[in-house]
């Protein structure tokens, strides 16, 4: 059932939605915008609510409520999400690209996707153990591989 090739993403259910979502953790990871160049760069400073091993939030149903920066991915604000990773389902689809072969839809599970680096599984460090997001600058949520 390869739904996000036979659908456009405003024609999903809820649920083909969420589950068109990899559970990476990268959307999740916060990031510094430079004042001067606003180039954006990722940290391994990750949401208080992201769990290091299973890369989801631990507290999803009330996430909004406890982190009100929390951004919900729709299909209204997708374009305007340049932030997200191009690893990213949701803007891999929305720009017209397929689901790389890791992606748990195709491979039946996460364990692709954690063995090829494509998540932040072990990666991260919580953002309330941070004091400068500058010091915590990486690169490995710009791999977008399949």
């Known amino acids: 059932m390869s739904f996000w090739k036979e659908k456009t ?17 990268k959307c999740c ?3 510094v915008i430079d004042d001067e160049t606003e180039e954006l760069y990722y940290t391994n400073a990750a949401c208080k609510l992201l769990d290091p091993i299973q890369c989801q939030c631990q507290q999803y149903e009330e996430r909004f409520t406890l982190v009100p920066g929390c951004t919900k ?4 604000n997708i374009a305007s999400l340049t932030w997200l990773p191009d690893s990213c389902a949701y803007r891999r689809i929305y ?3 397929d689901l790389p072969s890791w992606h ?3 491979a039946g599970d996460k364990q692709q996707m954690h ?6 599984q072990n990666k991260i460090v919580n953002e ?3 004091k400068y997001l500058e010091d915590h600058i990486v690169l490995w949520p710009l791999k977008d591989c399949d």
Request: aromatic share 2%.
């Open 9 to 25: 993403l405003a024609q999903l259910t809820s649920e083909e939605w969420e589950l068109l979502c990899d559970g990476c953790g």
């Open 29 to 31: 990871l916060n990031k």
């Open 73 to 76: 991915v729709t299909l209204d």
């Open 95 to 97: 720009q017209g690209r």
């Open 104 to 106: 748990p839809l195709l």
């Open 115 to 120: 063995a090829k680096g494509m998540s932040t």
């Open 128 to 130: 309330t153990k941070v």
